[in-house]
Structures are given as C-alpha cells and as structure tokens.
C-alpha cells in the first residue's frame, strides 16, 4: 500500500519483478539513495530522506551501466499530490468557512477521485540521475518533474468567484546531490541536499508528505511550497560489535506569495472579523518555516550481521510562519533487530 507507515498493520511493501535493466512494480523510489540513508537512525521523521511516508511508489525503471562504477538510471513513478488551502469567504480576509477549523487552513490531497475537493494525478512523476561508486565512496544527484493538481467538485469554490469547479495544476520540480565517503577504518560520513520547487512527491518533510502548493481562495494566488534539505551523519565502529551513528538535518521552507493575504490573523469566532493576532495567528502558524532533526544512536551487535541492540536519541525542533514559533521535542528508543 502506498503511503502505509504504521508498522503495525500488516501490508505489502514491495511487489515488483526486475528483466535485466527493467524493473516493474511497486519498490523505493528511484529519488531515495539507500547508501545516502543514515545508519542505524531508525526514526522516521529525519529531514532529507524519503521516509515510509511516501518512499515506496508503483513505478517503471530503467538503470543502465556505463561501465567504471557509473550508472544512469530513469523512473515513472506513482505520484502523490496535494494543496493546504484557504476557501474563498465573502470577508476582505481569507478565514476559515463551515468546512473548515475557524481561521485555520485545510488540506486536500491525493484520493484519485472528483468527488470532493482533492487531488487528482492524471500523469505519473519521472526522475533521472546518475550515480558513481567507487573504492573511497558513492556520489550521486538526481532532478525530478511533476504535475500538481487539485481537482474541486464542492459547493464552495477553492479559488474565488461563483464556479466551485475550480481545477488548479501546476508543473513542479525537484533536485538532490548527495555523497558517501569512506574515512578511516570502516568510518562513513555522509551528506545530502535536496531541494523541492512544490513537489512533496520527492519531500517526505512537506507537511503530511504530500502538500505541493498553497492556494488563496479569497485572492485567487497559487504558490509552490517550496523547501531546501541539508542532512549529514557520521558512523564510527569502534570495533566488529560496537559502533556510534549521528545524525543532523535541517529543512527551510519558503513563505508562499498567497500567504499574503491570509492576514496573519484569526476568526474571532464570537464575530465575523479577522482579529489581528487572534487565537495565534492561526493561518500562519498552519504553515511551516523550519524543521531541525538530529539524532545519536549507539550499537551492540552481538553477533554482526545477524543482531543489532541499539539505544537512540532524537531531538525535534520546528518552527512555523506565524512569528516564528514552533514547538521542540526529545525522544528515546531501545530497540532490537534480528536479520537473516
């Protein structure tokens, strides 16, 4: 199942079949590098690589050997899509409407059907890159495309004016770079940057891993959402059985255009008006500025290869458009893990 992160229902993860230099079905995302994938950092909220959110996706490739450790490699992919938007009201600012929470924004994302306000993707996204491996390490970068759109067949119009078959598409794009280096023993350092024009379909980190773009009802603006992704770890083994893996990425998010007209107000809701700074500035603070992930994980292998034991530490840190605030977080996790 597309999407399904709950490692508590059962579900099928990969089903695909490979004829030489093809593969069909559905496995990772071609965008997700596994050798770029921090070690032994098992939470699912880091900033940079695609996560359980949106990483396995039904999809074709094509990877073919140059020879010398380069590959190119090319992939049509299932595609999710989505918009956080903002009703169009009769008020000269953009506040929340009966189908929304008072002067909050809502969300509509992909559900393949032109029923409601939701996404409808009528073309799969493709990626293309190249990789080089070699004794020292890995390099690779890849640049992707898309067509984001919102289909609208409610009573209230997504954007203004009196028609609620209001269709909104656009074409986004994304790119990442990314490198492993081998150090001294069997220490790694590793870095990727990704950054996505509105193209969530390639950014675990945009909200619910699916929002492209945000749409002003009242105005009629339509703004990309877009984010640069900067992720770094390092692994140290201290021997065959222990090893130190730490991690840090940090993801800025651009302030859409359409956000303008949002106020940075909030309803009142004893009245009609927007009430500057109202309930927190409830639209902007909707919307998301900056995200900061780190994390330091120490390992037990008593027997490598076949038994992990590992203790991790996660720290949150994020911050939204209403005057910067945000909220910060600690998490611990023990865990065990059998391979064979």
Same mark, same amino acid.
């Given at each position: 199942? $597309?999407?399904?992160g709950?490692?508590?229902?059962?579900?099928?993860?990969w089903?695909?079949?490979t004829?030489?230099?093809?593969?069909?079905?559905q /496995?990772n995302?071609?965008?997700? *590098? @596994?050798l770029?994938?921090?070690?032994?950092?098992?939470? =699912?909220?880091?900033v940079?690589?695609? =996560?359980?959110v949106n990483?396995r996706r039904?999809? $074709?490739? /094509?990877?073919?050997l140059?020879?010398?450790?380069?590959s190119?490699?090319?992939?049509?992919? %299932?595609?999710?899509t989505g918009?956080?938007?903002?009703?169009?009201t009769?008020? %000269?600012?953009? $506040?929340?409407t009966?189908?929304?929470?008072?002067?909050?924004?809502?969300?509509?994302g992909?559900d393949?059907?032109d029923v409601?306000?939701?996404?409808?993707?009528?073309? @799969?996204?493709?990626?293309?890159?190249?990789?080089?491996?070699?004794p020292?390490?890995?390099?690779?970068g890849?640049?992707? &495309?898309?067509?984001?759109?919102i289909r609208?067949?409610?009573a209230t119009? $997504?954007?203004g004016?009196?028609?609620?078959? !209001? !269709?909104?598409t656009?074409?986004h794009?994304?790119?990442e770079?990314?490198?492993?280096?081998?150090?001294?023993g069997? *220490?790694?350092?590793?870095g990727?940057v !990704? /950054? %996505?024009?509105g193209?969530?379909?390639?950014?675990?980190?945009a909200p619910?891993g &699916? +929002?492209d773009?945000?749409?002003?009802?009242q105005?009629g603006?339509v703004?990309?959402?877009?984010e640069?992704?900067?992720t770094g770890? /390092?692994i140290?083994r201290?021997?065959?059985?222990w090893?130190?893996?730490?991690?840090?990425?940090?993801?800025?998010?651009?302030? @859409?255009?359409s956000?303008?007209?949002?106020? !940075?107000c909030?309803?009142?809701?004893s &009245? %009609? #008006?927007?009430?500057a700074g109202?309930?927190?500035? #409830?639209q902007?603070a909707?919307?998301?500025?900056?995200?900061?992930?780190s #994390?330091?994980?120490?390992?037990?292998?008593?027997v @490598?290869?076949? +038994? *992990?034991?590992?203790t991790?530490?996660?720290y949150?840190?994020?911050? &939204?458009q209403?005057?910067?605030?945000?909220?910060?977080a600690w998490?611990?996790s023990?865990?065990?893990?059998?391979y064979?």
């Open positions: 199942k $597309i999407g399904a709950n490692n508590s229902l059962p579900r099928i993860q089903a695909y079949g004829l030489g230099p093809w593969l069909f079905g /496995y995302s071609a965008w997700a *590098d @596994p770029l994938f921090a070690p032994d950092i098992g939470d =699912q909220n880091q940079g690589p695609l =996560q359980t990483i039904p999809q $074709i490739r /094509y990877t073919y140059m020879g010398s450790g380069l190119l490699s090319g992939s049509l992919e %299932s595609m999710n918009a956080q938007f903002c009703t169009a009769a008020t %000269s600012t953009c $506040i929340g009966a189908g929304l929470a008072a002067a909050a924004i809502g969300s509509a992909s393949n059907t409601t306000a939701g996404g409808l993707v009528n073309l @799969p996204s493709f990626n293309t890159g190249i990789a080089w491996d070699q020292w390490g890995h390099v690779m890849r640049v992707g &495309v898309g067509r984001s759109e609208n067949a409610t119009p $997504i954007l004016g009196t028609s609620p078959s !209001n !269709n909104i656009q074409w794009w994304a790119v770079g990314g490198v492993m280096v081998n150090t001294w069997q *220490d790694q350092v590793r990727l !990704n /950054y %996505s024009h193209l969530a379909t390639y950014n675990s980190d619910s &699916v +929002v773009m945000i749409i002003n009802g105005t603006q703004s990309s959402l877009n640069l992704e900067l770890s /390092y140290h201290f021997n065959p059985n090893r130190m893996t730490g991690a840090f990425g940090i993801g800025f998010f651009n302030k @859409p255009n956000a303008a007209g949002f106020g !940075n909030a309803n009142n809701v &009245v %009609s #008006a927007c009430v109202g309930a927190n500035a #409830a902007l909707g919307l998301e500025k900056r995200h900061i992930f #994390a330091l994980a120490l390992t037990y292998s008593p @490598p290869g076949m +038994v *992990d034991i590992k991790e530490l996660d949150y840190d994020r911050k &939204v209403a005057a910067g605030t945000g909220a910060s998490a611990q023990v865990s065990v893990a059998f064979w």
